[in-house]
């Protein structure tokens, strides 16, 4: 198993929620394949809306990667990203400030939002153990 963290705007990371699926970079497909069925994901969310400057900087979602392969949905227009299954556990958005001296991908390091730019990255179970426990949820 392997723990994962997402970055989109909150109000993408809510659709997904509620229609059972995560993407990432933009809709591309190799990122997905790159994670298994049982591996966990996090989103975290720098701002509530797409492009926009209201800053959140908060995990948003939590939850487990179901089976199946990468699969193309339907957006607006001609836009068809790819999507993995997720079963999306009830959780609270949690701050990544009060985190941040304790999650081993910032440390201490004031540069700690340079690995978010890539969209997707695995961390260390511990890192998720911290994060699922600030959002209120038990792994």
């Given amino acids: 198993m392997k723990y994962w963290i997402g970055v989109a705007a909150a109000n993408h990371v809510a659709i997904g929620r509620a229609q059972g699926f995560m993407q990432v970079n933009h809709g591309k497909a190799a990122p997905l394949k790159r994670i298994s069925r049982g591996d966990v994901i996090a989103y975290y969310s720098p701002t509530e809306t797409y492009g926009g400057k209201d800053r959140l900087q908060a995990f948003t979602a939590i939850g487990r990667v179901k089976a199946g392969e990468p699969y193309q949905g339907v957006m607006a227009g001609d836009f068809k990203p790819f999507r993995r299954d997720v079963a999306w556990l009830n959780a609270t ?6 985190l941040l001296p304790h999650l ?22 511990g ?6 426990r600030a959002m209120g949820v038990r792994l």
């Fill in 127 to 132: 890192d998720m153990a911290l994060i699922a």
């Fill in 104 to 125: 081993s991908f910032a440390g201490d390091n004031p540069n700690w939002g340079y690995k978010l730019r890539f969209g997707l990255f695995e961390v260390e179970e």
């Fill in 93 to 98: 958005p949690a701050p990544i400030q009060p």
